[in-house]
């Protein structure tokens, strides 16, 4: 009798009791990120108030860059060249390449509405080279939760797409950042680097710490004004949206794949549109509450279709 006691309690601990803290662990790490990631959106708007989004990008970057590299010092953290290469071209996708895309569009007049919804078609590329590229096939519980998420966030930022002032090039920027982003987080899944996230957003926050200094810097547009509310807004983004939103990112995509981390993504414009009524008091739109409905309905079935990592299970069908 006290030998089956022990044999069960072994047993709660391993497979209940662990399995229990994992899914906490994934449920805080998720819940982070969609609330970092958002940020970013609230710290470009606070930020482009006082100068342009290239400034503004360059300042994020040289901070967080010297925030990082100092910790790296301290720490003697010390990389070989290929981890520099390989998070030299992760940061060049999903840094430089995503955010200035992004950033660089909504600057020319894409509205920012438009500019969520060609953002959201990265779940949908990333499960489409899921098959070829990660050796993952893909349920239709799990397209079915893909489509109904995009839907929802249609309808969440149905009020702001548009052409608007944009002229039609600027619009392959954003599709430009959101395929780079679909590129890197595919290769760092398919590469499982050995890089802790830590020295990953180090080497990645200098190499786009470098890009967008000389980007402003060609422009005219680096020297950073006086004013307090500038400041303000580099200490969001670096804080936020840099080690908060990119931090998460990085967790949630290596503890639990590429298919979790870009569906969650679909959970940013509803989050984002919350921070735009708490910080600016910006009204939703009609369509904006049925939408987050939508949406929170698309990722959950979409998540439940594969609520475990596949690093722990045995299979490849996501369902």
């Given at each position: 009798?006290?030998?089956?006691?022990?044999?069960?309690?072994?047993?709660?601990?391993?497979?209940?009791?662990?399995?229990?803290?994992?899914?906490?662990?994934?449920?805080?790490?998720?819940?982070?990120?969609?609330?970092?990631?958002?940020?970013?959106?609230v710290?470009?708007?606070?930020?482009?108030?006082?100068?342009p989004?290239?400034t503004?990008?360059a300042?994020?970057?040289?901070?967080?860059?010297?925030?990082?590299?100092?910790?790296?010092?301290?720490?003697?953290?010390?990389?070989?060249?290929?981890?520099?290469?390989?998070?030299?071209?992760?940061?060049?996708?999903?840094?430089?390449?995503?955010?200035?895309?992004?950033?660089?569009?909504?600057?020319?007049?894409?509205?920012?509405?438009?500019?969520?919804?060609?953002?959201?078609?990265?779940?949908?590329?990333?499960?489409?080279?899921?098959?070829?590229?990660?050796?993952?096939?893909?349920?239709?519980?799990?397209?079915?939760?893909?489509?109904?998420?995009?839907l929802?966030?249609?309808?969440?930022?149905?009020?702001?797409?548009?052409?608007?002032?944009?002229?039609?090039?600027?619009?392959?920027?954003?599709?430009?950042?959101?395929?780079?982003?679909?590129?890197?987080?595919?290769?760092?899944?398919?590469?499982?680097?050995?890089?802790?996230?830590l020295?990953?957003?180090?080497?990645?926050?200098?190499?786009?710490?470098?890009?967008?200094?000389?980007?402003?810097?060609a422009?005219?547009?680096?020297?950073?004004?006086?004013?307090?509310?500038?400041?303000?807004?580099?200490?969001?983004?670096?804080?936020?949206?840099?080690?908060?939103?990119?931090?998460?990112?990085?967790?949630?995509?290596?503890?639990?794949?590429?298919?979790?981390?870009?569906?969650l993504?679909?959970?940013?414009?509803?989050?984002?549109?919350?921070?735009?009524?708490?910080?600016?008091?910006?009204?939703?739109?009609?369509?904006?509450?049925?939408?987050?409905?939508?949406?929170?309905?698309?990722?959950?079935?979409?998540?439940?279709?594969?609520?475990?990592?596949?690093?722990?299970?045995?299979?490849?069908?996501?369902?």
């Amino acid at each position: 009798m006290e030998k089956s006691v022990l044999i069960h309690c072994e047993y709660t601990h391993r497979y209940g009791y662990v399995a229990a803290m994992d899914r906490r662990a994934d449920a805080a790490a998720g819940t982070a990120l969609v609330v970092m990631w958002s940020s970013g959106f609230v710290g470009a708007e606070l930020g482009t108030r006082y100068v342009p989004a290239d400034t503004l990008l360059a300042w994020r970057y040289i901070v967080a860059a010297a925030l990082l590299g100092g910790l790296a010092l301290a720490l003697g953290t010390r990389l070989r060249a290929r981890a520099l290469l390989r998070q030299g071209t992760l940061g060049l996708l999903c840094q430089c390449l995503y955010l200035g895309g992004v950033v660089t569009g909504v600057g020319m007049g894409v509205p920012a509405g438009t500019t969520a919804l060609i953002a959201s078609v990265q779940p949908l590329l990333v499960a489409a080279a899921a098959g070829p590229v990660l050796g993952e096939r893909i349920g239709p519980r799990r397209r079915a939760g893909l489509a109904l998420g995009l839907l929802g966030v249609g309808l969440v930022v149905a009020g702001d797409v548009g052409p608007g002032s944009a002229p039609w090039w600027a619009f392959l920027l954003p599709i430009g950042g959101m395929a780079a982003l679909t590129a890197g987080t595919l290769l760092e899944r398919r590469w499982r680097p050995a890089e802790s996230p830590l020295e990953a957003l180090t080497v990645q926050s200098v190499l786009a710490a470098g890009a967008f200094v000389a980007v402003a810097g060609a422009a005219g547009h680096l020297r950073p004004p006086a004013d307090p509310g500038f400041w303000w807004a580099v200490a969001w983004v670096v804080v936020l949206s840099s080690f908060g939103g990119y931090g998460a990112y990085l967790l949630v995509l290596r503890r639990s794949g590429a298919l979790r981390v870009s569906t969650l993504l679909y959970l940013t414009p509803p989050t984002t549109m919350l921070w735009a009524f708490l910080m600016f008091g910006e009204t939703p739109g009609s369509l904006a509450l049925p939408g987050v409905a939508v949406c929170a309905a698309g990722v959950a079935l979409a998540l439940r279709a594969n609520p475990a990592s596949p690093d722990r299970t045995n299979g490849t069908l996501v369902q």
